[in-house]
Each structure stands twice: as C-alpha cells, then as structure tokens.
C-alpha cells in the first residue's frame, strides 16, 4: 500500500468519529511547498472560512510556505476568521498526517489564537 493511500484511510477514520460528534472541523491539507487549513460544516457540506500560504498577503508576509513558522501564521489567521464568525469549538483533522512539524505548529497557533479543540 503506498504511502498516500494510507493516509487517506487514516483520514477517512478520523473523519467519521468526528462527523459523529456533529462538531465543526478544522482540517489540515499540507503540500510541499504550502500548507492549507479550513474549518467545515459536514452537516451543510460547506467551508466556513479557510487560510493558506497561497492567499496574497500570507505570500508577502512568509518567506517559505512549506515551514513550521508559515504554519503557525496560517494556524493564527484561521483563528481569527472563526472568532470574527464567532467559532470557538472545532475538532482538529489532521488528514491522516502525524502530530509533528507543521500540523502541530499549525495546531498550537491556533489554540493560542483562542479556538478550542
């Protein structure tokens, strides 16, 4: 079994414990070169806000959208797009990724940025 197709089994896992709990979900997406967050109504089947190191001005502002500092900031600017919604509880989609690096950088800024999970 190669790697991604793993991956997405252990995401699959994750993704319907948390559909059972009926809370919203803050999913990771981590590429080479940039990393991605969202926060998802399964229920409606829509993104409620979302963060990236694609958008225009976290281009200007980081110097490499594939470190563990573009993460945090990107951890930080989700955070406050849910508060600005008036979210504060999530549960965290990590897509089958390991707890480390840049999905925990992202993670720990966004607890600090005051979302619950």
Known sequence: MDKNISRLRRARKTRARIAAQGKL?????RSGKHIYAQII????G??????SSVEKEMRS???NGG???SA???GKRVAE????LGITEVAFDRSGYRFHGRVKALA???RESGLSF
């Open 108 to 110: 720990e800024a966004a």
């Open 72 to 74: 945090a900031a990107i």
């Open 25 to 29: 979900r803050l999913a990771v997406f």
């Open 81 to 84: 797009k849910a508060k600005d």
């Open 67 to 69: 470190s563990a500092e």
């Open 41 to 44: 109504d399964d229920s409606q």
């Open 61 to 63: 502002a980081l110097k």
């Open 46 to 51: 829509r993104v409620l806000t979302q963060a």
